[in-house]
């Protein structure tokens, strides 16, 4: 299948490892050239052809806006895949209301404010895609990551209202919900569960796994090829959507 990504210019933010880094060569893969952001830019510019490396400091505004002049001097990105790192665990009982503030301005402003600097790029050519990750806890809370559950979730309400704005202008926003892919950051929750329970790692992935119809945690590059599909040309009807890649995790309808 032609995914129609040829020539199309795409910015993926956290893309120096993980599932950043396996959705930015997918993309390049399938045509497409991308602009990768990070604060480790040597780790992007490895990763192959057709892939170009910018600092990103989600954390720090002035490097967010010198990404977005970066980019946009560059000729501007058809397609934006959001990506950020997760917050700390923490009980929602326990946390203080100023840690979700300061989450909020790595989490979620910065992709805000990144995504609004290209659409009117993207209106002008009647073509472009949004695609933000989140997680399983937008539709199945995790425990102890109280942050991550409550922030995730307004980029969910984000990217749906986003959609409706934007559908007649030939641009999808689109939001991943992903299970339990194999990254770094689910080997550290791992840990950190196995420190906090007394158990062993191996023990605390066999009880995930357990819970999991397919099994197994997901590959990084199952994941990307889903984000690739949602920002190709043939997924030009579907907007305003929450894509499951679980394995099966999440039982509701």
């Known amino acids: 299948m032609k995914l129609g ?31 990768g952001g990070a604060r480790t830019v040597e780790a992007i510019e490895k990763l192959g052809q057709n892939i170009k490396g910018l600092p990103l400091d989600l954390a720090n505004p002035a490097s967010v806006q010198t990404f977005i002049d970066a980019v946009l001097a560059d000729g501007g990105a058809d397609i934006v ?27 979620v402003a910065p992709l805000i404010s990144i995504t609004q600097a290209f659409l ?7 073509w472009g895609r949004i695609v933000t990750l989140t997680s399983s806890g937008v539709e199945s809370p995790i425990p102890r990551l109280a942050i991550s559950n409550t922030l995730r979730q307004s980029l969910v309400g984000w990217s749906k209202t986003l959609a409706s704005e934007v559908a007649a202008d030939g641009i999808t926003a689109n ?4 299970g339990r892919i194999h990254t770094t950051r689910v080997d550290e929750l791992d840990e950190a569960a196995a420190k906090r329970l007394g158990k062993s790692v191996e023990d605390i992935k066999a009880q995930s796994i357990s819970t999991i119809p397919a099994a197994r945690y997901g590959r990084i590059e199952e994941l990307a090829d889903v984000v690739a599909f949602i920002a190709s040309e043939r997924a030009s009807y579907v907007t305003g959507s929450l894509v499951r890649v679980d394995g099966g995790m999440i039982r509701s309808i």
């Open 5 to 35: 990504l040829e020539g199309k210019r795409a910015v993926v933010l956290g893309a120096s490892k993980g599932l950043g880094a396996a959705i930015a060569q997918t993309l390049a893969t399938e045509g497409a050239t991308v602009i």
């Open 175 to 178: 939001v991943i919900v992903q």
């Open 81 to 107: 895949v959001n990506n950020s790192g997760g917050p700390a665990p923490g009980e929602a009982s326990a946390l203080p209301a100023s840690d979700y503030a300061t989450a909020f301005n790595t989490m």
């Open 120 to 126: 009117p790029g993207m209106r002008t050519k009647k």
